[in-house]
C-alpha cells in the first residue's frame, strides 16, 4: 500500500503546482548557494593579498586568483553535499501547497485544510534541517567506525527523518499538531517504512532534489488512508 502512495504521487508530478514548488525550491536554494559564494568571494578579496614576496622565487601576484578560483572549487564541492538540505529546506514553506494540490485531485469535496501560522512553518522547518544535519553527521560517523553499517544506517535513520517530516506536514493540516503526533505514536512502522522509501531517491543526484514534493505528496496519500482506517481501529 505504501508503493501504492508513492506511485500515485508520482503520477502527478506533472502537476502544475507540483512543478512550482519543486522549482521555487530548486531556484531559492541555487540563489542561497550563489549568494553564500559571492560573500566567499567577497571575504577572499577582502583579506587576501594582491601579491606576496617569497624567498629565492621573488614577487607572486597570483595569490587573490588562486584563492578566487580555489573558493570557487569549493563551492561547486559543498554544493553536491548542501543542494539536498537547502532544497529541502527552501521546500519546506511550500509543501501545504503540494498537500492542498493531491486532496484536490484525489480527495475532493474535503472541508478546508487548516492553516499552519507562517511561525510554525519557519520553526519546524529549520528544525527539520537542524535534526537532518545533525543525525547524519552522526550516522557518517559510525559509518566511518562500521563500514558494513552505513548503507542501513543512511536509509534508517533518514527513513525516520523524512517519515516524521512529510507525515506531519500532511496529518497537521487536518488534525493540528497534537493530532499529528498522536497518529505517528500509532503508526511509527507505517510512517518509517514509507521515510525509508522516500529515502531511497536520496542517493541518485537530480532525482533527490524531487523528495520534497515527492514525499509530502506520498504522505498525504499515507495520512487519508490511516484516517478512513481509524474507526476501525477504536
Not at 17 to 38: P, Q, T
Not at 228 to 234: F, N, S, V
Amino acid at each position: 500500500m505504501i508503493l501504492t502512495d508513492f506511485m500515485r504521487a508520482l503520477a502527478q508530478m506533472f502537476d502544475p503546482r507540483f512543478r512550482r514548488v519543486l522549482w521555487l525550491g530548486i531556484g531559492l536554494s541555487a540563489g542561497l548557494l550563489v549568494a553564500f559564494y559571492a560573500g566567499l568571494l567577497a571575504l577572499v578579496g577582502l583579506f587576501a593579498p594582491d601579491s606576496v614576496t617569497l624567498p629565492l622565487i621573488g614577487e607572486v601576484a597570483w595569490i587573490d586568483d588562486a584563492l578566487g578560483w580555489g573558493s570557487l572549487l569549493l563551492m561547486l564541492g559543498l554544493s553536491v553535499f548542501l543542494m539536498l538540505p537547502v532544497a529541502s529546506m527552501m521546500s519546506g514553506f511550500f509543501l501545504e501547497e503540494v498537500a492542498g494540490a493531491v486532496e484536490a485531485r484525489h480527495y475532493p469535496g474535503l472541508p478546508p485544510a487548516r492553516t499552519i501560522p507562517l511561525a510554525d512553518q519557519i520553526r519546524d522547518t529549520f528544525a527539520f534541517l537542524a535534526v537532518l544535519v545533525l543525525v547524519n553527521v552522526a550516522a557518517f560517523a559510525v559509518s566511518l567506525a562500521f563500514p558494513p553499517a552505513a548503507p542501513f544506517l543512511f536509509y534508517g535513520v533518514n527513513g525516520w527523518l523524512l517519515g516524521r517530516e512529510y507525515f506531519q506536514v500532511a496529518a497537521m493540516r487536518r488534525e493540528g499538531r497534537a493530532g499529528a503526533h498522536a497518529m505517528r505514536r500509532r503508526h511509527p512502522l507505517r510512517i518509517w517504512g514509507a521515510g525509508c522509501l522516500m529515502a531511497v531517491p536520496l542517493t541518485v543526484p537530480v532525482v533527490n532534489l524531487l523528495v520534497p514534493v515527492l514525499g509530502a505528496a506520498t504522505f498525504t496519500h499515507l495520512y487519508h488512508r490511516l484516517a478512513r482506517r481509524r474507526p476501525a481501529t477504536r
